[in-house]
């Protein structure tokens, strides 16, 4: 199986044509329902703790904007290429869908090395882990973000490989669609994170 | 046979029921069914609308499911198929209304001892406010207003409004003395505020009502009604400057060994609980009885001896996991010992 | 459609066998799998509830020391609801959800096995701190400060911490299974209004875990932060809040007892109308009120928190919330007792449980609106009052219910009946017992005795009640033995259950040959009304009308990746620990085999007509 063009034997929506492809996208639909929840509880306990910061930094002082926000359009515009790579799909055009899949996680691995360097930054700063409750909040719940984030470049990544080798198939399309409302759910959250922790912080 | 079947378990019921409601009402110091304060009566009211409401529940489903049970068994050889029913809308809006007005009835009592027993009187110049500390495994009782702190038994006034501030120095514990009112949890790091009453004198058994620990079974205090002016000699008596033990040796082990963490009259630490007048409390370390079984609550300066060199010889013994070293640990000879306790059980409060 | 579907191998002999049971993605199986290990650490909570009454059987009592009792109720609780209650349920809902709906699996196979598996190593970790010496003893609801390490430094808290999470894993994992499965495979013509009940209840339960789980999960992660990286959730001197625990647990753990009711709702619904040999009664207003209650089961949490100090208004709003939800469950009860009125009531052992479960919840459910009065419940609050009740619906109603599936459906499972007479004892001697343990506790707690107490002083009016219910404890566990004997007893008789061996099946499970053959359906039937298979039976058919031709039988292939997953998870769970090394090792291997499994895709095997043949189709 070539990863190229595999024109006339796919249907037009390739990742709900069989039972499974359905099954798969209906499944993680519902994890999603539940991540959901994970994520509203540890929004609840960073919103508890927003103003214990004991010695620590408080959010006004830490947080940066200007790179916050280029994160932030580093994530939406990888939303926006990963929503072009199911419109190929359904063009069943492989190259360029593998292409913008290979574009969206490159712009998940810039968000992520950011928040790598602004945690970085936050430690040095006296905002750590273990500093006070709000630092313990503000790591688990932007830190399990990033995590999410992470294991979606790997698992993205392990599909681009896939269908190099395999090619577009009704079996390999549900694992395509699947991530890519991943990788739009995470956004949603950052979009969250975004406004609750760092917009609400400066305020 | 089949009767027998639902006869069997609505006569078995019906004697477990019986039982224990013979033995209902309880200790008038202890038990909620036996309510010896306003707060505490209220509360017995609104179980006992609920108890009416839930009875009748009770008996019309039972009654209805024994009728059913016996009505319609299966007779031998029938084997017709029954009558096949969706159901019935009116009944399902019967079943439905009479059980939200029920809940009604309920409800409104509810609603308005919430309120009631969120009263705060903290700030009213009648109240007396007392801040119980719970600790792992005894109950500190500061009184603001009079600038005294006690340990284990809880003195008031009856008839006053008695204000609570409550919290916890180390884990969850909760402040429950049944028979006066409910609990509420002494958290660490938050304070709970409550009221309670107690219109007659006497002695209530006070319980810690949250897991906190090897010893919460043992974490029990007493809460003593006396009238108003009883209540003014106590806080006189505990005001009044420390007695220390006669014997020069034994004061110099008691100042030297307890008062590092203990208090008594104006001198001391109070890191653990108060001494002050511990030979007119009912217990010592809150569950070794200081009375006869021929006169409750009536103190026997014997007894109390006794209690103190228990605790003192094994502290872990009496109260697995409590913060106290045992006399081993403090290198406290015999000697020292038995005149400590001899000096702490005749270290009486002359109040009531 | 699959493109390359090969032949499973099979192994011969004992190993043979061992591997299969290992590698099964069959919910048949799984669903043995689950009854096995439930009832396993069911005997485990059931020895130390046995524990727990001996020592309080008569005041000052020393049979265990006061740390020994902390850590034995700790467990008790944990163990019975998470290792033994829930797993149940899953079994009966793996053996009973797809026959019901005419569907030949899951919709997610390997993802069963997944969810048994890593229940199972997260119920093992927790059970070896028995072993270890470390065991949890800040009880199942584990609160702040008393479970941090400043109060709890042995690794007790933490097995509890990581055994729950990896077990949880499970839980959700089968609450989403299922709800895709009750949602995309139902059989053509099986409208939801057509479901059985029990579908419907493990539906609306599946639900209900997949809400309620994560917010558990983040309490443990956070729990385990604070333990082991030295985080600060609930540490007050560094601004944490004890209570937010308390929030998170019960915004988790009020959903969780539905999740544990609300199959037992649906066994009643189908056993009580199977042996009056009537259509449920009220079949809509039943799902309603299941949905009901459920929406309403998530706004009620802090009615475990009336103590904690919320104030009036949270008190007065969760008071009504909470007495709102027993309108539809009294709405459940009168539908059942109408069920069963104009009808004609066998009283099979299965029938008994279910017909003894309706008083005793009923029980259960009226002291619940008794705690659900906030100004009341300052009195009943961490006394035997709310021992009692939780023991009522749960033991009383849950258990009972449990019982009453297993009865019915154990013909199903292994072709074979249990045995009448012994069925028929363990329902006495059970619910005697039962009765005798937890009636007198309403009553310890009016007078004056709080709950978790290691034991209790003398001349307090508790003595007596407390050896009743003892003695009440030792009965039960005698009907449990019972039962047991029943279990081996059968499972020596030879294989003759008929497919619809109760004679008056109406759902469609009872259609097949007993035990399911491997694919269930050899043709997918064609779903006419509710009550599929009665109404087939009622118009003098034999069979269910088939929804297509006879054919190939594509199946799953069974994969030993589930157990590895579990396992590097149960590795992990001990590296969190002990050694963070290990922990990396245990997730790479959990996430290698997550690897392995996309990358080689499954395409099954199938089952060709001439071997469904030879599996025996035999007619009604």
Redesign the interface.
């Known amino acids: 199986m070539s990863a190229h063009e595999h024109a006339g034997a796919l249907p037009p929506e390739p990742e709900k044509a069989t039972l499974e492809g359905r099954n798969k996208i209906l499944g993680f639909w519902l994890f999603l329902g539940a991540e959901t929840v994970l994520f509203g509880t540890l929004f609840s306990a960073y919103l508890a703790f927003r103003n214990s910061t004991l010695d620590g930094p408080k959010p006004e002082e830490l947080f940066q904007l200007p790179m916050t926000f280029i994160m932030t359009v580093a994530l939406l515009v990888s939303s926006l290429t990963s929503v072009f790579a199911v419109q190929a799909m359904h063009r069943h055009k492989t190259g360029p869908m593998l292409g913008w899949m290979a574009v969206t996680i490159a712009l998940g691995a810039v968000f992520l090395g950011l928040e790598i360097y602004e945690f970085n930054e936050y430690a040095h700063e006296g905002h750590r882990f273990t500093t006070s409750a709000f630092s313990s909040a503000f790591y688990s719940l932007v830190g399990f973000h990033g995590g999410h984030v992470a294991f979606g470049i790997l698992w993205i990544g392990l599909l681009i490989l896939q269908i190099l080798r395999k090619g577009l198939t009704v079996v390999t399309a549900p694992k395509v669609y699947v991530s890519a409302i991943y990788w739009h759910f995470i956004d949603v959250v950052w979009v969250f994170i975004f406004t609750v922790v760092y917009l609400m912080g400066k305020v | 046979m089949?009767r027998w079947?639902a006869g069997k378990?609505f006569a078995?019921?019906l004697l477990?029921?019986l039982i224990?409601l013979l033995?209902?009402c309880?200790?008038a110091d202890?038990?909620?069914?036996n309510p010896q304060g306003p707060v505490?009566a209220?509360?017995f009211d609104?179980?006992m609308v609920?108890?009416g409401?839930?009875t009748l529940?009770?008996v019309v489903?039972?009654v209805?499911?024994v009728y059913?049970?016996v009505r319609?068994?299966?007779r031998k050889g029938?084997n017709?198929?029954?009558?096949?029913?969706?159901?019935?809308h009116k009944?399902?809006i019967i079943?439905?209304v009479i059980?939200?007005i029920l809940?009604i009835i309920?409800?409104v009592?509810?609603?308005g001892?919430?309120?009631?027993?969120?009263e705060d009187y903290w700030e009213d110049p009648n109240a007396v406010q007392v801040r119980v500390t719970a600790y792992?495994y005894w109950w500190e009782f500061e009184y603001p207003q009079y600038g005294i702190t006690t340990a284990q038994e809880l003195v008031v006034p009856v008839g006053k409004k008695i204000a609570f501030e409550?919290v916890a120095g180390?884990?969850?514990h909760?402040f429950?003395i049944?028979?006066i009112?409910?609990?509420?949890?002494n958290?660490?790091?938050?304070t709970?505020r409550k009221y309670l009453e107690f219109p007659t004198p006497g002695v209530y058994?006070g319980?810690?009502?949250?897991?906190?620990?090897?010893?919460?079974?043992y974490m029990?205090f007493k809460a003593k009604a006396v009238d108003s002016a009883s209540f003014d000699r106590w806080v006189a008596a505990m005001q009044g400057p420390a007695v220390l033990p006669e014997d020069e040796n034994i004061r110099e082990a008691f100042v030297s060994k307890c008062l590092t963490c203990h208090a008594v009259g104006d001198q001391g630490s109070p890191i653990g609980p108060n001494l002050t007048g511990i030979g007119s409390r009912v217990t010592v370390a809150g569950?070794l009885f200081n009375d006869t079984p021929e006169q409750e609550y009536v103190v026997d300066p014997a007894k109390v001896e006794e209690n103190i060199k228990t605790w003192l010889a094994d502290t872990q013994d009496v109260k697995?996991?409590n913060m106290m070293p045992s006399a081993g640990d403090l290198q406290l000879t015999q000697e020292q010992i038995d005149g400590i306790a001899k000096y702490l059980a005749n270290y009486r409060l002359d109040y009531e | 459609m699959a493109a390359h579907a090969h032949t499973v191998k099979r192994y011969p002999g004992f190993w043979g066998w061992l591997w299969d049971w290992l590698t099964t993605v069959d919910h048949k199986k799984i669903g043995i799998l689950y009854l096995v290990a439930g009832g396993f650490f069911f005997v485990i909570g059931g020895i130390e509830a046995l524990f727990i009454r001996l020592q309080l059987i008569r005041p000052l009592n020393d049979f265990v020391s006061e740390d020994t009792f902390n850590e034995i109720i700790t467990m008790h609780g944990t163990t019975m609801i998470f290792l033994a209650a829930m797993p149940i349920i899953f079994a009966l809902m793996n053996a009973v959800v797809p026959l019901q709906i005419g569907a030949r699996d899951v919709a997610f196979p390997f993802v069963n096995a997944l969810g048994f598996w890593t229940f199972f190593f997260g119920g093992l970790l927790l059970n070896i701190a028995w072993l270890t010496g470390e065991v949890p003893d800040a009880g199942w609801t584990a609160y702040p400060p008393l479970s941090t390490t400043a109060y709890s430094s042995h690794h007790g808290v933490d097995y509890f911490v990581l055994g729950l999470q990896i077990s949880g894993i499970g839980s959700l994992l089968g609450g989403i299974n299922f709800m895709a499965t009750i949602i995309n495979l139902r059989a053509p013509g099986m409208t939801f209004m057509r479901m059985p009940m029990f579908t419907w209840a493990s539906f609306i339960t599946s639900a209900l875990i997949v809400f309620a789980f994560p917010a558990l999960t983040v309490g443990l992660v956070a729990m385990m932060f604070d333990r082991i990286f030295a985080a600060n959730f609930f540490d007050v001197n560094a601004g944490g809040n004890i209570v937010l625990w308390e929030h998170i647990f019960w915004l988790f753990g009020h959903p969780e007892v539905y999740i544990l009711i609300l199959p037992a709702f649906g066994i009643i619904s189908e056993v009580i109308s199977t042996f009056s040999r009537k259509r449920l009664f009220g079949y809509s207003t039943m799902v309603f009120a299941t949905i009901l209650i459920a929406f309403l089961g998530f706004m009620v949490w802090a009615h475990h928190m009336f103590t904690t100090g919320l104030g009036p208004v949270a008190n007065a709003i969760f008071s009504i919330a909470t007495m709102a939800i027993a309108v539809p469950t009294g709405i459940k009860v009168f539908n059942w007792l109408l069920t069963m009125w104009g009808g004609s009531i066998r009283f099979t052992a299965a029938n008994l449980f279910a017909i003894g479960f309706i008083p005793t919840f009923v029980m259960g459910g009226v002291t619940g609106v008794m705690l659900a009065s906030a100004p009341a419940d300052f009195q009943y609050h961490d006394s035997y009052f709310v021992v009692a009740h939780f023991h009522y619906t749960i033991v009383g109603g849950l258990v009972t219910g449990l019982f009453a599936g297993i009865h019915y459906w154990w013909p199903k499972m292994f072709g074979r009946m249990l045995h009448e007479g012994l069925g028929k004892l363990t329902f006495w001697t059970y619910m005697i017992g039962f009765h005798l343990t937890f009636f007198v506790q309403h009553f310890l707690g009016l007078l004056g005795m709080p709950r978790r107490v290691a034991t209790y002083l003398p001349n307090q009016g508790f003595d007596t009640m407390n050896l009743v219910s003892t003695i009440g404890a030792i009965l039960m566990a005698f009907g449990i033995l019972v039962f047991i004997i029943n279990v081996v007893v059968t499972s020596l008789k030879p294989r003759h259950a008929t497919n619809d061996p109760w004679e008056d099946g109406r759902t469609l499970e009872w259609a097949i040959p007993s035990p399911a053959p491997e694919y269930n359906f050899k043709q997918i039937p064609l779903i006419r009304g509710l009550d599929a298979w009665w109404k087939e039976k009622m118009e003098g058919n034999k069979e269910m009308k088939p929804a297509e031709p006879v054919g190939p039988i594509h199946m799953p292939s069974p994969s030993i990746l589930p157990f590895i997953m579990s396992v590097g998870l149960f590795i992990s769970g001990f590296g969190f620990m002990y050694n963070l090394v290990v922990a990396g090792i245990g997730l790479a291997i959990t996430l290698m085999c997550m690897m392995l499994r996309s990358v080689f895709d499954d395409h099954g095997y199938h089952i060709e007509p001439e071997e469904q043949k030879k599996k025996g189709e035999v007619p009604a």
């Open positions: 089949n079947h378990k078995l019921a477990f029921g224990p033995a209902a309880g200790r202890l038990s909620v069914l505490a209220r509360q609104v179980l609920s108890v409401i839930m529940v009770v489903v039972f209805l499911m059913v049970l319609f068994r299966r029938d017709s198929i029954p009558k096949q029913v969706e159901g019935n009944l399902e079943w439905t059980p939200i809940l309920l409800a009592p509810t609603v001892a919430v309120s009631k027993f969120a792992q409550l180390d884990v969850k909760s429950w049944p028979a009112g409910g609990k509420m949890d958290n660490p790091g938050l709970n058994r319980k810690c009502a949250e897991l906190c620990g090897p010893s919460h079974a029990d569950i697995p996991g």
